[in-house]
């Protein structure tokens, strides 16, 4: 059979996508363990209920309700014209590269880093480029301003705390990187899981720097991954854009409807964050006894490594019904914190493989 005429960057390329065993302790897509509480599940059932009635007609298409839900949510003063929701942060981020990016432009990340930013870069045409952390998984500001200057980046992407390493940006890294990329580019942060941290977030920089973009969701930390609902905040110029480039009626009007029943939970919804920061840190603790190198979180995972025999342990978990995570990085796994119990689990069978196996020698 003659192959498809695909676009050439397109050929042999596999679909993203973890493994998704169906294994008894899933601890490889950083969710959150714990259903929504009864009281959600109700009110979105209700809401669904009301407009099911009124799905012969398009959406909002300018999602008005939500964005004023999500300001709400967000505060600092900020409004519902600089707040902007699709499906998923990661089709914020798409929609960010195909208005700012694109074929003869170039985004710029820190790698190791979210393995769907090339994704982005690839489906809209847009140069990807990468410059490497440091052994700590710090970004070397100077390396990074030489790779501006050099050749300006139209988008620079940048994952705070990172996936998958659970580092953070500090606010004067933000605004350096901001110094460097504005105003010739737009300096993204991906805050997908800022509300495991300690608090500190791009977005108090929001109504400061107008080329700063910080793209959050509903995935994580709130526990509603199936939802699909990710958010920027930008500046309304910013927003205005990301208008111009979306899908006609993007976001359904389910999808709209459950989250703004959602976010009035959202107190509710975030209570268990609390319970993971404890157990993120508890693991750390606990490594650190076990003399098992790790890097510090700041997110509700945490990259174990460098470990000889990784790629052993990882299926030797996995036969005892534990499910991780592979890295790119060489002998790193990584572990999302689950339900206490889920985490003891993790940490006897890792425990006995690693003494086994040697692999902390
Ligand atoms: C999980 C994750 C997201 C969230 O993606 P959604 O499309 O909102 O589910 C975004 N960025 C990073 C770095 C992530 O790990």
Not at 22 to 50: C, S
Not at 177 to 188: E, F, I, R
Not at 264 to 288: G, I, K, N, T
Not at 320 to 339: A, D, F, K, Q, Y
Request: aromatic residues 6%; charged residues 20%.
């Amino acid at each position: 059979m003659e192959s498809l005429p695909l676009r050439a960057e397109l050929l042999g390329e596999e679909p993203y996508g973890a493994p998704t065993d169906r294994v008894p302790v899933r601890l490889n897509v950083n969710e959150n363990p714990y259903p929504p509480p009864e009281a959600v599940v109700q009110a979105i059932g209700e809401r669904l209920a009301e407009v099911a009635i009124s799905l012969n007609r398009y959406p909002d298409r300018e999602v008005k309700r939500l964005r004023s839900a999500l300001a709400n949510y967000v505060g600092r003063g900020i409004t519902a014209s600089q707040i902007w929701p699709a499906n998923g942060s990661n089709e914020v981020m798409h929609q960010l590269l195909g208005a700012f990016a694109g074929p003869g432009r170039s985004m710029l990340t820190f790698s190791p880093s979210y393995s769907m930013y090339p994704v982005y870069a690839r489906d809209t045409m847009t140069v990807f480029r990468s410059e490497e952390r440091g052994s700590d998984f710090s970004i070397n500001l100077d390396a990074a301003a030489a790779a501006i200057a050099a050749d300006p980046p139209a988008v620079v992407i940048v994952a705070s705390p990172n996936n998958p390493t659970g580092t953070p940006l500090s606010r004067s890294e933000v605004l350096s990187l901001h110094d460097l990329v504005a105003p010739a580019g737009v300096l993204v942060i991906d805050e997908a899981y800022a509300e495991f941290g300690d608090g500190t977030s791009a977005l108090d920089l929001i109504e400061d720097l107008d080329r700063l973009v910080v793209v959050r969701t509903l995935s994580k930390a709130f526990g509603l991954a199936g939802l699909r609902l990710g958010y920027a905040v930008a500046s309304a110029d910013v927003v205005d854009a990301l208008r111009i480039v979306r899908l006609p009626y993007h976001l359904s009007t389910t999808t709209q409807e459950a989250a703004i029943a959602a976010l009035e939970f959202s107190d509710d919804l975030l209570a268990p964050v609390a319970e993971v920061v404890r157990e993120r840190d508890q693991l750390m603790v606990w490594l650190s006894e076990q003399g098992i190198p790790f890097a510090q979180s700041q997110a509700n995972y945490v990259l174990i490594g460098p470990l000889a025999n990784s790629a052993e342990i990882f299926t030797g978990l996995r036969d005892r019904g534990v499910l991780i995570r592979e890295t790119p990085i060489p002998g790193c796994l990584r572990v999302s914190i689950g339900t206490p119990a889920e985490n003891e689990i993790f940490r006897k069978e890792f425990g006995e493989i690693v003494h086994r196996t040697g692999a902390d020698s």
